[in-house]
């Protein structure tokens, strides 16, 4: 792969990141701000957002969707910039709510890591449904670690990431947004998937934070590609005019206790893709 190239560097803790617009969105935990960067670097503000974690999609309709974890809600944003709640995900868990993919009919998965992380003891985790009206719903649980989503082009299919499972895994989703045919999509060894992405190929791209690199697998678990960097990735997503540009969200891993306002070590690093970003987020 060609040389990686910064885009973005101070940032504190980057996560989830949404190429939309012309601009790549992301959340920084440190600061707790949702942040979007042009392809020059240049940065904005867009909201602050008083959680740890937060995630955020979009509707298709244009308006964000914002996993706001401290109050176990989903939030939507209005066209005048407020933050209104879309759903209300605290009666389907007391745990922290995490990732968040909107598909093309107005559907959101959300991921809820089923622990106290990182302190308390592992248990699986499940996925909610929340419907365009803004009902939630579970609709699957035993997952190890629910962390980053994607759904195909055709609405058929959401792929989730088991960071606890080394595994990437499939459901079909029903016409009511439903989930059901739980597979493996892909075992990655020692792999330890986060954010994921998805290209015109049908390969995933997973992030991986111990093992410091950004990972390309086909369906069956086929390496295509591997990014090795000098910290942990923790997000990856294809964007640029063409969306054929991987853009990773990295820092140095040394526990919760280093994601302080100080510790300023993220970046955001870019590689040219073999093939474009498609499907959902």
Not at 86 to 91: F, I, Q, R, V, Y
Not at 151 to 160: A, E, R
Not at 201 to 218: E, F, H, I, S, T
Request: charged share 20%; net charge negative; hydrophobic share 40%.
């Amino acid at each position: 792969m060609p040389e990686l190239q910064i885009l973005m560097s101070g940032i504190v803790f980057g996560e989830s990141p949404r190429w939309h617009g012309g601009r790549l969105w992301f959340a920084d935990w440190g600061t707790q701000e949702l942040i979007a960067v042009d392809a020059e670097g240049k940065s904005e503000v867009i909201v602050h957002v008083p959680s740890f974690p937060f995630c955020l999609d979009w509707l298709p309709d244009g308006r964000l969707l914002v996993v706001s974890a401290r109050d176990r809600l989903l939030l939507r944003q209005e066209p005048d910039g407020s933050l209104v709640t879309h759903a209300d995900l605290s009666g389907l868990s007391d745990h922290p709510w995490n990732d968040i993919v909107a598909d093309g009919r107005g559907n959101a998965y959300v991921g809820n890591i089923g622990f106290d992380f990182p302190d308390g003891e592992f248990a699986s985790g499940t996925l909610a449904l929340v419907t365009p009206d803004g009902s939630a719903r579970q609709v699957a649980d035993g997952v190890a670690f629910p962390n980053g989503m994607v759904v195909t082009p055709d609405n058929s299919t959401l792929i989730v990431a088991e960071s606890y499972g080394n595994r990437l895994t499939a459901f079909d989703i029903a016409a009511d947004g439903g989930l059901s045919n739980r597979r493996v999509w892909a075992e990655l060894a020692d792999g330890l998937p986060d954010g994921i992405c998805l290209d015109a190929d049908g390969a995933v791209w997973y992030a991986d934070v111990p093992n410091k690199r950004c990972v390309r697998v086909r369906e069956g678990g086929e390496v295509l590609h591997t990014i090795n960097l000098d910290r942990g990735c923790f997000a990856c997503m294809l964007g640029g005019p063409d969306k054929k540009t991987l853009l990773m969200v990295a820092r140095e891993w040394r526990g919760m206790e280093s994601t302080t306002f100080e510790e300023r070590i993220g970046q955001i690093l870019t590689a040219p893709a073999p093939a474009a970003g498609a499907g959902w987020p």
